[in-house]
């Protein structure tokens, strides 16, 4: 049996509430799986970890584009830590990561202690999970949760501001919702600017530069039902498709599902 | 006549409302003087410009603590312009700049031509400026600008978190305010999380350190009325008190009071 199945197995995962526990089965390198619903009260994070120079026009262009890029940590050069979000070390506390060198995909290792070095910088960015806990709260279905199918993600014609080489367009995903839930949903998410916050558009795809709703760029196709309205949120693929189009030497993520779990509460990230 | 003279002399700021009138004004070097109530409906905001090592850490000091540090705009190193701030200039667009080297005031000048290269970057950040008009507009009396003096400012207990050599505990602004209005307040202020967001303490100053809230570290003493609490916001001297204790080899700031103008609309900063 191979160690990932092992991993698999054993699930140590299941069950875990509590943050801190989930990170140090997952410090231990007991755990390399997915994190959906372990400790589901806790905000989950994207990774990315870049060299000095990159993270420097990176932070500008998180800074300068805040809806798709909710940066929720930002570790100081060379230090693993991320003060306010726990007791965490970014080398260890994700299960699987992945190792960019120039743009190109070269290893899912579970821990980097081989590759941190001083000149690295961990920035941590908020995942729109954080703001449909609260809406699934409040009753208002989404139909990717309904139907165990991935959001549909979509590239657009809206513009980034640029920052250095980090250049892109906005990717955006979409929820189906009645006119009743889009305007309670816009309430709610307006809480949430840490998380992606408001929605960017409503109801007129074109207008953004998608053809065919039907067709997303990433994730799977909607189920739209009659009298529904689209509804868009930036999203965090977005910094993902900035950081693959720049190409730096060194680029180190999350695999995707295997986030970094924090001891921030979902709760907490409300503005108000 | 000295050129300073000259320069009030020829007042060419009065009843500018366009920012881009004022931005080109400044820009030709006409006008050294305060930005207060220049073109007032939009964004006026701090300046802090650093060297490309020290931008970082800064970045991660300005990410870990928003309600003190409210980043609106951050240019890519090296580049003179902030994107989605309107036709900016950093090195020439600000009245009068302070430069610092290692912690020591060094020089005035009214543009930083000659100091600009490719290892700078420049930070703005929003001012509680942008949420006292919001306030005012309200019917929300503050007794600093009834009484024109300089809200009074508090050195606290509370710890930034820091980030490489930027370390310090926060400074408030107070306003004084009868309970309904602080509660309104605190309401108003909530839209606002770019610029300082709502209050971080009201009513007992001895928790956050302040013993004596008629001595103020900065600004003037405040007028107490019967019946009103103290209200307590973040406030933008703390990143310069942390730049102050870091001493980087070189700072580039405003002049109190001679503020980057923006593009941006106050209004625009409200979250909802």
């Known amino acids: 049996m191979s160690k990932e199945l092992q991993l698999q197995a054993s699930n140590p995962m299941m069950g ?33 970890i870049l060299p000095r120079d990159d993270a420097l026009e990176f932070s500008a262009f998180c800074q300068s584009n805040p809806k798709p890029c909710p940066v929720v940590g930002m570790g100081a050069p060379g230090d693993p830590a991320l003060q306010g979000l726990g007791d965490i070390d970014i080398r260890t506390d994700v299960p699987c990561y992945r190792v960019f060198r120039n ?12 590759l941190w070095n001083s000149d690295l910088v961990a920035f941590v960015l908020g995942c729109s999970f954080s703001f449909e806990a609260p809406l699934l709260d409040e009753g208002i279905a ?15 014609s809206i513009a980034c501001t640029p920052a250095g080489k980090f250049v892109c367009d906005m990717v955006v995903s979409m929820r189906p919702l009645s006119p009743a839930d889009a305007i309670r949903a816009v309430q709610i998410t307006s809480r949430f600017p840490g998380v992606h916050g408001a929605p960017v558009h409503i109801g007129l795809p074109e207008q953004i530069g998608i053809e065919d709703i039907m067709k997303p760029d990433f994730g799977d196709p909607p189920v739209m039902d009659e009298g529904q309205l689209p509804v868009f949120w930036a999203c ?12 730096p030497s060194l680029c180190i993520t999350h695999k995707p599902g295997s986030m970094l779990i924090t001891d921030k509460k979902n709760i907490e990230l409300a503005a108000f």
Do not use: W
């Open 16 to 48: 875990v509430i509590d943050p801190r526990e989930a990170r140090m089965v997952i410090r231990r390198g007991e755990y390399a799986g997915h994190t959906a619903n372990v400790a589901p009260d806790y905000v989950q994070c994207n990774l990315c």
């Open 236 to 247: 965090g693929v977005t910094p993902q498709v900035a950081v693959e189009q720049a190409k």
């Open 103 to 114: 743009g190109e995909l070269v290893d899912e290792p579970i821990d980097i202690l081989d």
């Open 142 to 156: 989404l139909q990717h949760v309904e139907h165990d199918t991935v959001v549909p993600m979509y590239r657009t």
